[in-house]
């Protein structure tokens, strides 16, 4: 291919990896919202039933007694709002990172098959950009792994990856 050919090609390429990609992020940034909103329902919910649950209590040893209780146990443990997975919010951060910095690499290349006035120095810096945000989140990652590994958090035997909750079970 001669170099007007490819100039063309790649004038007609960029639409095609534009548009899905800006719609995959529109809708990446939707989910995200919709996610933060249902989750603040849920987190107001919980309050509101603590709550009404304290106001039964007219005393601090009916609460002490019933803190003893398997109820109150169970009430107890479920203040959190979700458990702590490290190692799934790792891997999450793992997925992150390559996602981003795969398109990094991708817009750097398509930016230097384009002349500047083409667009090609944006490109390419969006790309460099993206990249480095995408080896942060891998960089992250392996810091967190490792540390979580050091403190105990995680450990890497078969027992305590199979007991971590599966996002199909959330």
């Not at 601090?60 to 803190?67: I, K, Q």
């Not at 990652?141 to 958090?153: D, M, P, T």
Request: glycine share 8%; hydrophobic share 45%; net charge positive.
């Amino acid at each position: 291919m001669d170099d007007q050919t490819m100039h063309h090609f790649m004038q007609d390429l960029l639409p095609i990896i534009a548009i899905p990609t800006m719609t995959f992020a529109g809708a990446w940034v939707l989910s995200l919202i919709v996610g933060a909103f249902r989750h603040r329902a849920h987190l107001r919910a919980q309050a509101e039933f603590h709550n009404r649950m304290m106001d039964k209590f007219s005393t601090a040893d009916e609460f002490a007694a019933y803190l003893q209780s398997d109820a109150g146990k169970s009430f107890f443990e479920n203040l959190t709002s979700e458990p702590s997975t490290p190692l799934n919010k790792i891997l999450s951060s793992i997925q992150k990172g390559a996602i981003t910095a795969l398109l990094g690499v991708g817009l750097i290349v398509l930016g230097k098959s384009f002349t500047p006035q083409e667009g090609g120095n944006v490109m390419f810096v969006i790309g460099v950009v993206s990249l480095m945000i995408g080896v942060g989140f891998l960089a992250s990652s392996a810091i967190s792994y490792r540390l979580a590994k050091s403190w105990g958090i995680i450990s890497v035997n078969k027992t305590a990856v199979s007991n971590q909750p599966s996002s199909a079970t959330r």
